[in-house]
């Protein structure tokens, strides 16, 4: 319910109203107005108009202070602009600030802040003028020369100004090194640079360190930037081989720091195959099974990291998620050598099962004869493929069924934790130390582990685990289970055998992206011609 | 951090893989258990050495920021804040801040923590405002009411009665109070069981928490305090310089008076008493308390642990030696959807006060507060009387739910107080004066 709230929020302010983790816990919308007045502001006053007289604007200020214990003298000015926001608006706004012009006390910056982002908005959709461009350039220079270091907002606003001016955008790039005194810079302020930088026929180096950055930063680019790209690609009569690698170095980026771009991005890459029928061709596909695109019959490639980045990921495993500076909180020290002696002994394994995620798997609340059961016939399923398992689980699983511990037992190894003890390093511990062709069996994401190795080491995790992992999806009612195996084949942008780049996009664009296990549904098959 | 050298040296030796010779691993086993098993023999030294304390060195975080760099950082972060008061968000103006609210705000991480930040600030502000403004009515009414007062009484020709604060009854102050209950505490800390309240976890809780621990262990003591039969309750590895002791010297400026009857160790407490009678409660473990033992000292951490989740009090108990228990919170409660089984410090000291007296669990635990406890059988038998009753009664248009009300609670009223149920609607059963015996038939509703 409170989601049509805020992205009604997000439409009338043009996109720029940044979303604070306050908001979404109180009603209550900040630096704005509840919504059934504000249609009523709109419709009277701002819908069809393009100036309002002084008295108007008079009035509409004063209901403004009387109607809202939160807006005061201070913040109307600045609430009414953001108010006015969308691209029709643009001299609306600036008949309201030459209004508070000429009552002599001036707008202040928050105000021109916001006039600024207007002008941005406009910009997307028609070219400015001179006057109007000249009007950006001198309140820009008043706001920078007001102080030595601006806070992140007003340089973020004159990031926005300064780019919708055509000679002027080169100014906005200190800014941004500004913006890094106080936090780190907006997804906004990143994306409308980039943006820029790629409209412009010899800036793409500038756009590209941009983009890199931002990824670092962990953001997300928005779908400007590529449109941009794309859009600069297909007005250019370039040459086939420049054409050609600008596509390869968007496609690598994006396979590098494993975007998943918006269906916008996806519809404009169909597009450019379209006009340039000769350079690219642009289909949507399907992915088959054992990963097989549709359309070019080609196979992606497997998911398997390189032995490289496996060492890297073994040795930092147990230092990073299991000690983590104190060994007591997760285990103990006499635990963890058993554990390893007994790895030494019996590895190397085919699989490593977790056994209480296993047995728990169809409900918490079920007889432990049930659970050791299920255990039993999920070591069977491995049994029958002739493979080795390690079983880990904790003390207590000694009272479980006798008859299927036994089974257990004697068909795979089987290590009991203290009752206390996590037992998910362990598990992964082991199959680590087996070697790169060790899977094992548990349906737990794994996200703390992931986050507890760093931020280098994710990703290799991440592909080593959706080369790895089994997860039992469930037991059906006559005692078979349904084991859902691991996904061998790549699931980011990446080139196949033949040299067909595959690109997977999702349908709107999300500025914080969780980490999905999931197959995209949507595929693009872009065959480069040479 | 309780950063023990030892395990960690081990657990690095076979990341390393090196052979570790077994006889070295029982050795630092043994030390680790040496003294438990000598602190029999010596019952009666009163030496009890701590095999963990270690001087704390100071963690730097870098070079240390510049007074330029600082004096920068602030007034970027001044323009920030009243550049985002223009623009209408939840920041108060610029002359409401203080020199301690900025060097709070220099010393946050992010952006965003300080948005929040000025958020409660604002919010303080807006209180404040709105205090002062009912303050101003308030006295406006007064004035009205004494001018009326005082033209009535010119006017009344009759004598005039009131008693005007006069009264038979001797005025009790609170400092009587007080010092009655501080007499008994002095007489606790002579006889009564003890009981630790563990200070230890300063580095583990951000500032907010650290307040809001600060809090709750004030309210340990004054319910203590209150209680009567207090325990002789020992605050250990207290940090007089971390947030969380200087907050509650803020509500208990005499902390440290040597006559004020609280007990402010900087020592731990295995320390100050032998670890076979210490008792670590935690929730992370899996025995339960089944009795109380008056001649065990128990443990609680004092830490609030909202954003951590990691088990600290039992990776402390386990380096320690010590044995360790939780509360029997499962078999004795039925626990709702409401906000987990975390309780509070003070909760913890009243349900360990009221098991000392009665040795009662259900008792004790009336003072988990009922919001987070659901009780199921009596709610569905509730309703199902009630529906049987209900329709009947409202065609007499006869109140009976406070009768319902005092069957089910007569079978759970105990010697402290009814229990309070769950709110209950109560349909059809407001009495209309408009329409009462009006003759016409009440519409139902239709839902």
Same mark, same amino acid.
């Given at each position: 319910?409170?989601?049509?709230?805020?992205?009604?929020?997000?439409?009338?302010?043009?996109?720029?109203?940044?979303?604070?983790?306050?908001?979404?816990?109180?009603?209550?919308?900040?630096?704005?107005?509840?919504?059934?007045?504000?249609?009523?502001?709109?419709?009277?006053?701002?819908?069809?108009?393009?100036?309002?007289?002084?008295?108007?604007?008079?009035?509409?200020?004063?209901?403004?202070?009387?109607?809202?214990?939160?807006?005061?003298?201070?913040?109307?000015?600045?609430?009414?602009?953001?108010?006015?926001?969308?691209?029709?608006?643009?001299?609306?706004?600036?008949?309201?600030?030459?209004?508070?012009?000429?009552?002599?006390?001036?707008?202040?910056?928050?105000?021109?802040?916001?006039?600024?982002?207007?002008?941005?908005?406009?910009?997307?959709?028609?070219?400015?003028?001179?006057?109007?461009?000249?009007?950006?350039?001198?309140?820009?220079?008043?706001?920078?020369?007001?102080?030595?270091?601006?806070?992140?907002?007003?340089?973020?606003?004159?990031?926005?100004?300064?780019?919708?001016?055509?000679?002027?955008?080169?100014?906005?790039?200190?800014?941004?090194?500004?913006?890094?005194?106080?936090?780190?810079?907006?997804?906004?302020?990143?994306?409308?640079?980039?943006?820029?930088?790629?409209?412009?026929?010899?800036?793409?180096?500038?756009?590209?360190?941009?983009?890199?950055?931002?990824?670092?930063?962990?953001?997300?680019?928005?779908?400007?930037?590529?449109?941009?790209?794309?859009?600069?690609?297909?007005?250019?009569?370039?040459?086939?081989?420049?054409?050609?690698?600008?596509?390869?170095?968007?496609?690598?980026?994006?396979?590098?720091?494993?975007?998943?771009?918006?269906?916008?991005?996806?519809?404009?890459?169909?597009?450019?195959?379209?006009?340039?029928?000769?350079?690219?061709?642009?289909?949507?596909?399907?992915?088959?099974?054992?990963?097989?695109?549709?359309?070019?019959?080609?196979?992606?490639?497997?998911?398997?990291?390189?032995?490289?980045?496996?060492?890297?990921?073994?040795?930092?495993?147990?230092?990073?998620?299991?000690?983590?500076?104190?060994?007591?909180?997760?285990?103990?020290?006499?635990?963890?050598?058993?554990?390893?002696?007994?790895?030494?002994?019996?590895?190397?394994?085919?699989?490593?099962?977790?056994?209480?995620?296993?047995?728990?798997?169809?409900?918490?609340?079920?007889?432990?004869?049930?659970?050791?059961?299920?255990?039993?016939?999920?070591?069977?399923?491995?049994?029958?493929?002739?493979?080795?398992?390690?079983?880990?689980?904790?003390?207590?699983?000694?009272?479980?069924?006798?008859?299927?511990?036994?089974?257990?037992?004697?068909?795979?190894?089987?290590?009991?934790?203290?009752?206390?003890?996590?037992?998910?390093?362990?598990?992964?511990?082991?199959?680590?130390?087996?070697?790169?062709?060790?899977?094992?069996?548990?349906?737990?994401?794994?996200?703390?582990?992931?986050?507890?190795?760093?931020?280098?080491?994710?990703?290799?995790?991440?592909?080593?685990?959706?080369?790895?992992?089994?997860?039992?999806?469930?037991?059906?009612?006559?005692?078979?289970?349904?084991?859902?195996?691991?996904?061998?084949?790549?699931?980011?942008?990446?080139?196949?055998?033949?040299?067909?780049?595959?690109?997977?996009?999702?349908?709107?664009?999300?500025?914080?992206?969780?980490?999905?296990?999931?197959?995209?549904?949507?595929?693009?098959?872009?065959?480069?011609?040479? | 951090?309780?950063?023990?050298?030892?395990?960690?040296?081990?657990?690095?030796?076979?990341?390393?893989?090196?052979?570790?010779?077994?006889?070295?691993?029982?050795?630092?086993?043994?030390?680790?258990?040496?003294?438990?098993?000598?602190?029999?023999?010596?019952?009666?030294?009163?030496?009890?050495?701590?095999?963990?304390?270690?001087?704390?060195?100071?963690?730097?975080?870098?070079?240390?920021?510049?007074?330029?760099?600082?004096?920068?950082?602030?007034?970027?972060?001044?323009?920030?804040?009243?550049?985002?008061?223009?623009?209408?968000?939840?920041?108060?103006?610029?002359?409401?801040?203080?020199?301690?609210?900025?060097?709070?705000?220099?010393?946050?991480?992010?952006?965003?923590?300080?948005?929040?930040?000025?958020?409660?600030?604002?919010?303080?502000?807006?209180?404040?405002?709105?205090?002062?403004?009912?303050?101003?009515?308030?006295?406006?009414?007064?004035?009205?009411?004494?001018?009326?007062?005082?033209?009535?009484?010119?006017?009344?020709?009759?004598?005039?009665?009131?008693?005007?604060?006069?009264?038979?009854?001797?005025?009790?102050?609170?400092?009587?109070?007080?010092?009655?209950?501080?007499?008994?505490?002095?007489?606790?800390?002579?006889?009564?069981?003890?009981?630790?309240?563990?200070?230890?976890?300063?580095?583990?809780?951000? %500032?907010? +928490?650290?307040?809001?621990? !600060? $809090?709750?262990?004030? @309210?340990?003591?004054?319910?203590? &305090? #209150?209680?009567?039969?207090?325990?002789?309750?020992?605050?250990?590895?207290?940090?007089?310089?971390?947030?969380?002791?200087?907050?509650?010297?803020?509500?208990?400026?005499?902390?440290?008076?040597?006559?004020?009857?609280?007990?402010?160790?900087?020592?731990?407490?295995?320390?100050?008493?032998?670890?076979?009678?210490?008792?670590?409660?935690?929730?992370?473990?899996?025995?339960?308390?089944?009795?109380?033992?008056?001649?065990?000292?128990?443990?609680?951490?004092?830490?609030?642990?909202?954003? %951590?989740? +990691?088990?600290?009090?039992? !990776? $402390?108990?386990?380096? @320690?030696?010590?044995?360790?228990? &939780? #509360?029997?919170?499962?078999?004795?409660?039925?626990?709702?959807?409401?906000?987990?089984?975390?309780?509070?410090?003070?909760?913890?000291?009243?349900?360990?006060?009221?098991?000392?007296?009665?040795?009662?669990?259900?008792?004790?635990?009336?003072?988990?507060?009922?919001?987070?406890?659901?009780?199921?059988?009596?709610?569905?038998?509730?309703?199902?009387?009630?529906?049987?009753?209900?329709?009947?009664?409202?065609?007499?248009?006869?109140?009976?739910?406070?009768?319902?009300?005092?069957?089910?609670?007569?079978?759970?009223?105990?010697?402290?107080?009814?229990?309070?149920?769950?709110?209950?609607?109560?349909?059809?059963?407001?009495?209309?004066?408009?329409?009462?015996?009006?003759?016409?038939?009440?519409?139902?509703?239709?839902?």
């Amino acid at each position: 319910m409170y989601n049509i709230r805020l992205l009604r929020q997000l439409r009338w302010f043009g996109g720029h109203h940044r979303l604070m983790a306050s908001q979404h816990k109180r009603p209550q919308l900040l630096g704005s107005v509840p919504s059934d007045q504000l249609e009523q502001l709109k419709s009277n006053y701002f819908a069809r108009r393009q100036e309002l007289s002084g008295d108007e604007w008079q009035s509409v200020r004063h209901s403004l202070i009387e109607g809202y214990k939160h807006i005061n003298d201070h913040n109307v000015d600045a609430v009414i602009l953001g108010v006015c926001s969308g691209p029709q608006q643009l001299s609306l706004a600036k008949n309201y600030v030459d209004y508070l012009r000429s009552t002599g006390a001036g707008p202040n910056a928050a105000t021109l802040g916001r006039l600024l982002r207007v002008y941005n908005t406009a910009y997307h959709t028609r070219p400015l003028s001179e006057a109007e461009q000249r009007e950006i350039l001198q309140i820009c220079d008043s706001l920078q020369a007001a102080h030595e270091t601006l806070d992140a907002t007003s340089c973020e606003q004159v990031i926005h100004g300064l780019v919708a001016t055509t000679e002027h955008w080169q100014r906005a790039l200190p800014l941004l090194e500004m913006m890094k005194v106080t936090s780190t810079p907006s997804v906004s302020a990143y994306s409308a640079l980039a943006e820029k930088a790629f409209g412009q026929s010899d800036q793409a180096e500038e756009a590209w360190r941009l983009l890199e950055e931002m990824t670092l930063a962990r953001k997300q680019p928005r779908c400007e930037v590529y449109l941009a790209l794309l859009n600069r690609l297909a007005q250019e009569p370039a040459a086939t081989s420049s054409l050609r690698v600008e596509l390869e170095r968007l496609l690598q980026f994006l396979e590098r720091h494993n975007i998943l771009v918006s269906q916008k991005v996806a519809q404009r890459l169909l597009q450019l195959g379209q006009q340039l029928p000769q350079q690219l061709r642009v289909t949507a596909s399907r992915l088959g099974p054992l990963g097989k695109c549709q359309e070019c019959r080609q196979h992606l490639q497997p998911v398997a990291i390189s032995d490289e980045e496996f060492r890297q990921l073994s040795e930092c495993f147990l230092e990073k998620v299991l000690i983590r500076g104190d060994v007591f909180q997760k285990s103990t020290p006499e635990e963890m050598l058993r554990f390893k002696q007994y790895v030494e002994k019996t590895a190397p394994y085919d699989c490593v099962i977790d056994g209480l995620n296993v047995a728990y798997s169809t409900g918490a609340k079920k007889a432990p004869q049930q659970l050791a059961k299920l255990l039993a016939t999920v070591v069977r399923h491995f049994k029958e493929r002739h493979k080795r398992v390690l079983v880990l689980g904790r003390e207590h699983m000694r009272k479980w069924s006798k008859s299927a511990m036994h089974y257990v037992q004697n068909n795979a190894s089987l290590f009991l934790t203290n009752n206390l003890s996590h037992d998910d390093p362990f598990l992964l511990y082991a199959t680590i130390r087996s070697g790169q062709e060790t899977d094992f069996f548990s349906r737990d994401l794994m996200r703390t582990h992931a986050f507890l190795l760093g931020a280098e080491l994710k990703p290799i995790f991440r592909r080593w685990q959706q080369e790895h992992q089994f997860s039992l999806v469930t037991q059906t009612q006559t005692g078979k289970i349904i084991v859902k195996e691991p996904i061998r084949h790549r699931l980011s942008v990446h080139q196949a055998e033949g040299g067909s780049w595959h690109v997977p996009y999702c349908d709107v664009y999300t500025p914080n992206p969780t980490d999905s296990f999931d197959v995209p549904e949507h595929w693009l098959c872009l065959i480069l011609n040479t | 951090m309780l950063k023990t050298l030892r395990p960690w040296r081990l657990a690095s030796h076979m990341l390393k893989g090196c052979a570790i010779p077994a006889r070295r691993v029982s050795d630092s086993f043994k030390t680790f258990d040496g003294d438990n098993a000598f602190a029999g023999s010596e019952v009666n030294s009163k030496k009890f050495s701590n095999p963990f304390a270690q001087a704390s060195p100071a963690i730097s975080d870098g070079p240390a920021e510049t007074e330029e760099d600082r004096g920068k950082r602030r007034k970027v972060l001044q323009l920030e804040a009243d550049i985002a008061h223009q623009e209408g968000r939840r920041v108060p103006a610029l002359e409401f801040f203080q020199d301690h609210h900025w060097d709070h705000v220099l010393s946050l991480p992010t952006k965003s923590a300080r948005i929040k930040y000025y958020a409660f600030l604002w919010q303080i502000n807006m209180k404040k405002e709105a205090e002062r403004r009912k303050k101003a009515q308030r006295a406006e009414d007064t004035e009205r009411r004494i001018a009326d007062m005082r033209k009535e009484r010119e006017e009344n020709t009759h004598i005039i009665y009131g008693l005007a604060h006069t009264s038979m009854f001797l005025r009790i102050y609170d400092t009587t109070i007080n010092h009655w209950q501080n007499n008994r505490l002095t007489r606790a800390m002579q006889f009564a069981p003890k009981m630790v309240l563990d200070c230890s976890y300063d580095k583990h809780m951000n %500032n907010r +928490e650290a307040s809001y621990a !600060a $809090k709750q262990l004030m @309210l340990c003591f004054a319910e203590n &305090r #209150l209680n009567d039969e207090p325990f002789d309750l020992h605050y250990c590895n207290a940090q007089l310089e971390g947030k969380c002791m200087q907050n509650l010297k803020r509500y208990i400026p005499t902390m440290l008076n040597p006559e004020f009857p609280m007990n402010v160790h900087k020592q731990c407490f295995t320390e100050l008493f032998d670890k076979q009678n210490l008792v670590y409660l935690t929730p992370h473990c899996r025995e339960d308390l089944v009795t109380y033992n008056p001649d065990d000292i128990y443990i609680v951490g004092a830490m609030v642990d909202t954003m %951590n989740n +990691e088990p600290l009090s039992l !990776a $402390k108990a386990k380096r @320690l030696g010590l044995r360790m228990a &939780r #509360l029997p919170l499962d078999r004795y409660l039925q626990w709702g959807s409401g906000s987990g089984k975390s309780l509070t410090l003070n909760q913890m000291i009243n349900i360990m006060l009221d098991l000392k007296k009665t040795g009662n669990w259900d008792s004790a635990l009336k003072h988990v507060p009922r919001r987070k406890v659901v009780d199921m059988d009596t709610q569905r038998r509730a309703d199902d009387s009630r529906k049987a009753l209900g329709t009947r009664a409202r065609k007499l248009n006869v109140r009976i739910d406070h009768l319902l009300d005092f069957e089910e609670e007569r079978r759970h009223t105990t010697a402290f107080a009814t229990p309070q149920t769950l709110r209950q609607r109560k349909e059809g059963m407001e009495f209309q004066l408009d329409t009462w015996a009006a003759g016409k038939k009440k519409k139902k509703r239709e839902n």
